[in-house]
Nanobody
Framework: EVQLVQSGDELRTPGASVKISCETS????????IDWVRHDPGQGLEWMGQ????????KYAQKFQGRVTFTADASTRTAYVHLNSLRAQDAAVYSC??????WGQGTQVTVSS
């Protein structure tokens, strides 16, 4: 059974950064890209980009380039998203996904001073 388990909800102040983890199981970690998406009521669902755990290559949506970093650790089967210079508009639920079919439970990021 494929499972993606994300780290807990986060509260940050504007300008801070956040790192969310996505621990996977039930499949060969290096066989599939991991996508990161976020959802908030105002912006809807946004695809942030993806990482190939096999070689660490990444692709970022233009909107997030320069502020987002994806990493993956094959030894722990865990992917990470790091978002810096947080703004109020970054408040959303962040989710990881494999083949956009298997999803993590989502991590709520709140940005507030």
């Amino acid at each position: 059974e494929v499972q993606l388990v994300q780290s807990g909800d986060e509260l940050r102040t504007p300008g801070a950064s956040v790192k969310i983890s996505c621990e996977t199981s039930g499949y060969t970690f290096t066989d599939y890209y991991i996508d990161w998406v976020r959802h908030d009521p105002g912006q809807g669902l946004e695809w942030m980009g993806q990482i190939d755990p096999e070689d660490g290559s990444t692709k970022y949506a233009q909107k997030f380039q320069g502020r987002v970093t994806f990493t993956a650790d094959a030894s722990t089967r865990t992917a990470y998203v790091h978002l810096n210079s947080l703004r109020a508009q970054d408040a959303a639920v962040y989710s990881c996904a494999v083949i956009l079919h298997y999803w993590g439970q989502g991590t709520q990021v709140t940005v507030s001073s």
